[in-house]
């Protein structure tokens, strides 16, 4: 085992119950740390706030942690090109709070933040975590313009860069997004601004009817409304849509929603208080939580699969992805939600419950694997990240 | 690098007539000329061979043939390419993808399309428009511009500002890698396991594997539309008016800005009757009500900035002639002087009046004619330097302009290339958007998915061949630099 204290000095070195915890300053150290390890062999595991640990499968070994946590506060930030650059430790909702506070500039930054206030901006691009307002702003695929990184080895590199559009190499962004911290650390990240609507109104439509949802969600996908949020949240059989435009903007979607079904509006505090109680879905209750997502034609086949399984889904109604939490850790019932989303082409992922990991372990194409392996061989050759 | 010889190529050929059908294989000097080039036409390399397959499965025959004879190989759909990114080798092949045109399905229920990469970009959104729906991604060249480069690009537009690039409307592709094996990328449902490879193909010209088909995301047509140009005395006061409009909440679908010597060449193409300084296109699309309220603010920002004249396009038909104003810019700057290069540098849309003064002032120094078309709302600027190839040592002038343009771009910290991609003609100027560390990563990843490196050789990454010694990019193996080995 290597001198942990003696690679970024003992100050940088903690201990979390018997885990050494390694916090290096800057990209520099995360480099020094980083090259240190590839030549020792020491297997790190990067954390950002921890929340959404498990969404991976336990590692199977972890020398130490390599925390973000010192990595953290705003870059820079252009009101004007509506860009943001920040350290990939700092915690999403800082960031957040800091755009929406600067009243003169009415900005906000649309990464949803999955897993709390603690969650961190690397966290959210590690893990691809994304929420309600996905459905219109995507993924942090979608929001991310560049990223500075360090690779398992050391090298201290960047992709991208802080203007809105650019193809200038490979978009390598991309690639960490969804990584989960195993080809390199992220250590800062671009992103892009949107800016704050005049007015945001919430609808929703109560059906306990599978197909009745499928379609009013078909109805309103061809109708010309641009939400901002469409949830669906089963087997409570509630259809939130989220219309923010300007006012009279607003008014008109709303109004042709009201004549397509029957439905309630809410309370903007109300509206509000739904789309957090969406975003901290997938952390409710202690049974097994899987990701899935499905052709949009499957939606009503994925709520009968909900509801036949005893578990709750809240996602998003036209991608269609979302979280399914079973109310426990049973592997039968696991498997049934895992081959039935199987069965449709769906995807699935465990976000919590080692049975759900290895039932929902995926299995790439051949092809696929091999380059998968090349790129973990060129950017983590000793295989540092784990 | 591969070492490949002319009859590498030859043998290549030879075999390929067995798999595609000798009509589709060429190798006659004055046919092979057609493929000497794409859109970038001051570099010119004649192939060793072409080869037109006419499935995936011969696109991968034909890779693992080159992977055999270890021939470098570049794949190419309709050459519309302006970064000389389907430049072939010398001694290497071109696999032109024209045959593969067809559009496979269309997905109503889903909202998308799976395609060959020869159909043009245009034809998809032709073919999505009986059931109400369009593909977003709109080149200027959509007419011929295809898929497969659309992809290979990373293609955006003038309606990317809204609606972002190819990257946010391809679900899957099938691409054939450099040895010639098959892969699926990306997925028909959402959140897929795995590493985003799909994203890292897209945009990779052509240096990591070939397309031979694609799902593509289709969209709605907004529900109503509305585009004005706005007259301004000059371009500062237009890129005032750019500022003020985002500043305002309103993300347009396009924002658009001609100076006038890219007006007066539209005006040679169209019946426009615009006669300033710097045109600004605005485009609002989406709701109806929406739309009007944020046009109604739009219009007025534009007369507080300084417009003289907005024009409101009336109906789809005037909407089309200021399209086809702004996107005949390019080839009808062809009417002004007898050749001209297309720039495609990026700066922080803020920067824009100081960005355009320094490529005046460059032009001025050189004594050449600088033309601005652009896409101002995303800073993506297209100088167009003009230039008379028939005087010596004009066209070597208007190529050193043309990079101290970019360059410009980065030092105010943009970008290269915003949309034509980097290819040949820009690979010697990544370094100064780069670092060497950065570069050794791209280069990590493109020997991932081609450790021979016979996909498309030469183009995005700069090599002391093309561009001189370039400081810290080296290419050590990672093994390497983990201190499992060492070089001899």
């Known amino acids: 085992m290597a001198d942990l204290a003696g690679i970024l000095g003992a100050d940088r070195l903690t201990d979390e119950h018997g885990t050494p915890v390694l916090t290096p300053r800057d990209a520099a150290e995360v480099s020094t740390l980083l090259e240190a390890a590839t030549k020792t062999g020491l297997a790190l595991v990067v954390r950002g706030g921890g929340t959404k640990t498990s969404w991976r499968p336990p590692p199977v070994r972890c020398d130490a942690i390599l925390s973000t946590a010192a990595l953290a506060g705003i870059v820079d930030r252009q009101a004007g090109d509506m860009t943001l650059v920040a350290q990939a430790g700092t915690p999403l909702a800082a960031l957040q709070a800091d755009v929406t506070g600067d009243a003169t500039h009415r900005q906000r930054l649309m990464l949803d933040g999955v897993g709390g206030d603690a969650a961190t901006l690397g966290g959210i691009l590690a893990t691809r975590a994304a929420g309600p307002r996905r459905h219109r702003y995507g993924t942090p695929r979608d929001i991310v313009i560049g990223a500075r990184y360090v690779t398992g080895d050391g090298l201290v590199a960047k992709t991208g860069g802080t203007v809105v559009k650019n193809v200038a190499g490979y978009d390598l962004a991309k690639l960490l997004i969804g990584s989960q911290g195993s080809l390199a650390v992220i250590t800062e990240v671009s992103l892009k601004l949107h800016p704050v609507p005049d007015v945001a109104r919430t609808v929703v439509l109560q059906t306990t009817d599978a197909n009745a949802v499928a379609a009013f969600v078909a109805a309103v996908r061809t109708a010309p409304i641009t939400a901002t949020v469409f949830d669906v949240r089963w087997p409570e059989g509630i259809v939130a849509i989220r219309i923010e435009s300007t006012p009279d903007g607003a008014a008109a979607q709303i109004d042709l929603l009201h004549d397509l079904a029957a439905l309630e509006e809410l309370a903007p505090e109300a509206g509000d208080a739904l789309l957090e109680e969406h975003l901290g879905f997938p952390f409710n209750g202690s049974g097994a939580v899987l990701g899935v997502g499905v052709r949009p034609e499957h939606l009503a086949t994925l709520l009968t699969v909900v509801a036949a399984t005893g578990g709750q889904f809240v996602g998003r109604a036209t991608l269609v992805a979302g979280d399914i939490v079973l109310p426990d850790l049973d592997p039968e019932r696991i498997a049934r939600v895992v081959e039935a989303v199987r069965d449709l082409g769906g995807n699935v992922q465990a976000r919590r419950g080692d049975e759900a990991h290895l039932l929902a372990a995926p299995t790439p194409a051949p092809g696929v694997a091999t380059v998968e392996a090349a790129i973990k061989l060129q950017l983590d050759p000793a295989g540092v990240l784990v | ?488």
């Open chain 2, 1 to 488: 690098m591969a070492v490949a010889d002319t009859t590498s190529a030859l043998a290549v050929a030879a075999q390929a007539r067995d798999i595609v059908g000798p009509d589709w294989v060429v190798t006659d000097g004055a046919q092979l000329r057609v493929y000497e080039c794409d859109g970038l036409t001051n570099h010119r390399t004649v192939p060793g061979a072409v080869i037109l397959p006419g499935t995936t499965e011969q696109v991968a025959a034909i890779v693992r043939l080159c992977h055999e004879h270890r021939v470098p190989f570049v794949a190419r759909g309709a050459g519309s390419g302006l970064s000389g990114g389907a430049l072939p080798t010398e001694d290497g092949i071109v696999i032109g993808l024209s045959r593969l045109r067809e559009v496979l399905d269309i997905d109503v229920a889903n909202q998308r399309v799976r395609v060959q990469p020869g159909v043009t970009n245009l034809r998809v959104s032709e073919v999505a428009a009986p059931f109400g729906l369009y593909y977003a991604p709109d080149p200027s060249s959509q007419q011929v511009c295809t898929i497969g480069g659309n992809l290979a690009e990373n293609s955006g537009g003038a309606h990317c500002l809204k609606y972002g690039f190819t990257v946010n409307h391809v679900l899957t592709a099938t691409v054939v890698l450099s040895d010639g094996s098959i892969v699926e990328l990306g997925s028909e449902a959402p959140d897929a396991p795995g590493l985003d490879l799909l994203g890292v193909v897209i945009g990779s010209e052509g240096t990591v594997g070939i397309v031979t088909e694609a799902l593509l995301n289709l969209l709605p047509k907004p529900e109503h539309v509305e585009t004005l140009v706005a007259m301004f005395p000059s371009t500062e006061t237009a890129g005032d008016a750019v500022s003020a409009i985002i500043a305002e909440g309103v993300v347009p679908a396009a924002v658009e800005m001609m100076d006038r010597l890219a007006i007066d060449a539209a005006k040679t193409q169209t019946p426009i009757t615009w006669d300033t300084e710097a045109a600004l296109i605005v485009e609002l699309d989406g709701p109806a009500r929406e739309v009007r309220q944020q046009f109604e603010a739009v219009t007025a920002i534009c007369k507080r900035c300084g417009a003289d004249d907005v024009q409101v396009a009336a109906n789809p038909d005037e909407r089309l002639t200021i399209w086809r104003a702004r996107k005949s810019a390019f080839a009808a700057v062809g009417q002004l002087a007898p050749a001209y290069l297309v720039q495609d540098g990026v700066i922080p849309r803020t920067r824009l009046p100081e960005v355009l003064n320094g490529i005046r002032a460059l032009a001025d120094e050189a004594g050449l004619r600088v033309a601005n078309v652009f896409h101002a709302g995303d800073g993506n600027l297209h100088p167009l330097v003009l230039y008379d190839n028939a005087v010596e040592g004009e066209q070597a002038k208007a190529e050193a302009i043309a990079m101290r343009i970019v360059e410009l771009c980065v030092d105010f910290g943009g970008s290269i290339t915003g949309e034509h991609g980097v290819g040949i003609e820009k690979v010697c100027s990544m370094p100064k958007m780069f670092t060497g560390d950065d570069l050794t990563a791209f280069d990590r990843v493109r020997s991932a998915f081609d450790p021979v490196g016979l996909c498309n050789p030469g183009k995005l990454l700069p090599t002391p061949r093309l561009c001189g010694e370039v400081p810290g990019f080296y290419h050590a193996h990672p093994v390497e630099t983990a201190g499992l080995g060492e070089r001899m």
